[in-house]
């Protein structure tokens, strides 16, 4: 399978407690990006690497998440102190940036379904 | 800020029949805008990318069009099927801060009729 990983396909966890999401994005693509999507909404934007350099985040995301790509390859999201509005898709998305932006297309993973009890 | 709107929210036709959905973004500076589709729970497919300088893309039974200096596109589908039946999201790729931004419409849910 060549394209965007993410693992777990599904969470379910108890308020308070800390997760992790992992995704393995297209081999060298040098850009990683997290979105969160809720029932009914697009989804949006939390975060974004370039490489290995976390370049952007959203004011979505709180002191409660924090996101790494530590060798410019696989990334994590983790959310601590969960909370039910942490509810949510999460979504990986990577894209090769080596030409014009025009030229720049995102490929999404099949997402963390995430659930806080 | 980028604000995407799509219309309508919700669509239902019966099999065979054309359709058309609707994207509207508020900023014209955009890099490209792309159709996605998504099925329940899941990811999103790709379905067609058009560049801010292009004015259609099209894929089997799928035109998309893209009206920049008015903030509009289109997603044409011919001959509608039921394996057509899914929710499709247009975003736009757009300059943010130092950086790059897709942002995403609430999305079209579509069921087609067998």
């Known amino acids: 399978d060549t394209g965007v990983s993410q693992d777990p396909r599904h969470k379910i966890t108890k308020r308070g407690q800390n997760v992790t999401f992992r995704c393995d994005p297209i081999?060298?693509?040098?850009?990683l990006y997290w979105y969160r999507q809720t029932l009914g909404q697009g989804p949006e934007f939390l975060t974004y690497?370039?490489?290995?350099?976390?370049?952007?985040k959203s004011r979505l995301l709180s002191d409660r998440f924090s996101a790494e790509r530590p060798k410019g390859s696989f990334s994590t999201l983790e959310i601590q102190r969960t909370e039910q509005g942490d509810s949510a898709m999460y979504l990986c998305?990577?894209?090769?940036?080596?030409?014009?932006?025009?030229?720049?297309?995102?490929?999404f993973g099949s997402g963390t379904q995430l659930s806080v009890l | 800020k980028q604000e995407v709107t799509q219309i309508p929210a919700a669509l239902s036709v019966p099999e065979g029949e054309n359709l058309v959905l609707n994207c509207s973004f508020t900023?014209?500076?955009?890099?490209?805008l792309q159709w996605f589709r998504q099925d329940p729970g899941k990811g999103l497919t790709s379905l067609l990318l058009?560049?801010?300088?292009?004015r259609e893309q099209t894929s089997g039974r799928l035109n998309a069009s893209l009206d920049k200096s008015s903030g509009r596109s289109t997603l044409y589908i011919a001959a509608s099927q039921p394996g057509d039946s899914a929710t499709y999201l247009c975003?736009?790729?757009?300059?943010?801060?130092?950086?790059?931004?897709?942002?995403f419409g609430s999305g079209t849910q579509l069921t087609v009729l067998p």
């Open positions: 998305a990577s894209s090769l940036a080596s030409g014009p932006a025009t030229n720049e297309k995102l490929f």
């Open positions: 058009i560049q801010s300088s292009q």
């Open positions: 081999s060298e693509h040098n850009r």
């Open positions: 975003a736009v790729l757009a300059p943010s801060g130092s950086a790059r931004q897709l942002t």
């Open positions: 690497f370039q490489n290995e350099a976390q370049l952007e």
């Open positions: 900023d014209s500076a955009i890099y490209n």
